[in-house]
Structures are given as structure tokens and as C-alpha cells.
């Protein structure tokens, strides 16, 4: 296993150019645990994207948030995997038979002889609250319904979810220690130093969140907006990684 495998740390690759992408990566290459790419940078600049940073040996966690009918999200994870991924996601209110038919597209990758990429569930987006969800006609509260899809996510066979810091604990405790919880909204501590808080208002320090049952941390701006990248990266590193 090589260091970037166990470095927890997952940049944000929040820019619309390849060029200003591939310039980061190569700057945090090896301080970092891998890059996520999201629709801002994919719908500009499409799959030779993930292709790049996939041929450059970087774990790639393509946040594309697919929710379809299941075999269309299926066909997505499958073209996907094609393009090097290492982790995609899905949205877990597209319900179980959706969830199952991306775990079966990840397993189908896998018996081609690729690499199983791993299939993880956004719950509850951090942008919604109880008022938005009974909009949608969903009248739990957020935290259990987000505890609720995970469950769901966990019984699709789904290897994880996407989390806030806050709701981390809560999905660690209801779906064990192996599911994997990938969480964004990293502030404070050792990502504080270089950034202000922007727009993300349920935040933890990276110490904390891992703390609280992380396996991954998602960050962008406290790294990617840093005087000192590679430095801001090392250090929200061994905060993450000094429990
Ligand atoms: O720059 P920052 O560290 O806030 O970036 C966080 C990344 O995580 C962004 O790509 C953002 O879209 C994503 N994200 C988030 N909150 C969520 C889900 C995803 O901040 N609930």
C-alpha cells in the first residue's frame, strides 16, 4: 500500500479548466489521498479528465451523483469504471433496486478485470433541512433520514455514504465500523489556518471529523486556496491522521 492509499485526504477539484486541475494535482500529488472531481470540472472538460489524473496513478472519486432508473445509473457506473475511477456516487433517494443495480455494475467492472470501484451514497444534501424535506414530502428529520439511507445504502450493498461532519457519528454508530463514511465541510484546526470558513456552516476540524468516524475527508478550498498548498495539505494530513 502506498502512502496516498492511506491518506484519508480527498482535494476538491473545484476549478472549470483540465489545465488549472492537472496543475493542482500535480502540486498535492503525494501529500493527498486522491482528487474528486465534480460536475463543474466534468461537464467542462469531460471524461479525459478522470482519464488523465487515473493514468497518472491518482485515485479519482468521480461526485457525479447519478440518480436514474437503475439501469441507466448502472451503465453509468459501468462507463465510469472504464475511465479509472476509483469511487463514484449515487443518490440513495433513487431507492434500493437503483443502489443494487450500481453495486451490481461495480461488481460486473470488476469480473471484466478492472478494478471494483467503489460505489458510495449521497443521503441528504447538507443544503436541505426539515423545511426543504417536507417540501418533498419527506416529514423525518433530517438525521433520520439521512441514518435512514444509509441504512438503505448499507442493506443495497453499497460501500458508504457521503456525511457531514455532524451526521458521521450517527451513520457510524447505526452501520459499523467497515461502511465507509466520506465527509466534506472541513473547517478549524489545522484547515482554518489558510482559509475562512466560505459557505460551509456544519463544519468540523479534520481531527474531529476522523474522530467522530470519517474514513474520508473531503477538502477543497482550506488546500486548494492556500498561499502554501502542499503545506496546508500536509498538515490537515497529520491532523486527520494523529488520533
Ligand atoms: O472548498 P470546500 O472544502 O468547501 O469543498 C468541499 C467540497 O465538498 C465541494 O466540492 C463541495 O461541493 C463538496 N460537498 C460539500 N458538502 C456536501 C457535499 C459535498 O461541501 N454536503
Known amino acids: 500500500m502506498t502512502a ?3 491518506n484519508p485526504i480527498l482535494i476538491a477539484l473545484d476549478v472549470s479548466s483540465a489545465k488549472a486541475a492537472l496543475a493542482l494535482a500535480d502540486t498535492l500529488r ?6 474528486k472531481i465534480g460536475s463543474q470540472l466534468f461537464t467542462a472538460e469531460g471524461p479525459s479528465i478522470v482519464r488523465a489524473l487515473a493514468e497518472r496513478g491518482d485515485r479519482v472519486f468521480l461526485d457525479l451523483k447519478f440518480h436514474d432508473i437503475p439501469n441507466t445509473v448502472a451503465g453509468a457506473i459501468e462507463s465510469a469504471s472504464h475511465l479509472g475511477a476509483w469511487m ?3 443518490h440513495a433517494s433513487g431507492g434500493a433496486a437503483m443502489m443494487a443495480a450500481a453495486v451490481e455494475a461495480a461488481g460486473r467492472a470488476e469480473a471484466a478485470g ?4 467503489l460505489v458510495i ?4 444534501l447538507t443544503s436541505m433541512n426539515a423545511e426543504t424535506l417536507s417540501s418533498v414530502s419527506v416529514n423525518r428529520s433530517p438525521i433520520d433520514q439521512v ?8 442493506s443495497s450493498g453499497m460501500d458508504g455514504v457521503v456525511a457531514s461532519p455532524l451526521e ?12 465507509l463514511i466520506v465527509t466534506p465541510g472541513i473547517r478549524g484546526g489545522s484547515a482554518e489556518q489558510s482559509s475562512g470558513r466560505q459557505d460551509q456552516s456544519r463544519t468540523m476540524a479534520p481531527g474531529e471529523a ?8 473531503v477538502v477543497g478550498r482550506p488546500i486548494t486556496g492556500a498561499a502554501d498548498p502542499r503545506a496546508a495539505a500536509e498538515a490537515i494530513a497529520a491532523e486527520a491522521t494523529s488520533r
Do not use: E, K, W, Y
Open 4 to 6: 496516498s492509499q492511506t
Open 30 to 35: 503525494g501529500t493527498v489521498g486522491g482528487f
Open 88 to 90: 463514484m456516487n449515487v
Open 114 to 117: 478492472r478494478p471494483r470501484p
Open 121 to 124: 451514497a449521497v443521503t441528504v
Open 147 to 154: 441514518v435512514h439511507l444509509a441504512q438503505m445504502a448499507q
Open 168 to 179: 458521521t457519528a450517527a451513520i457510524r454508530q447505526a452501520c459499523g465500523p467497515d461502511f
Open 210 to 217: 476522523m474522530r467522530a468516524g470519517a474514513s474520508f475527508l
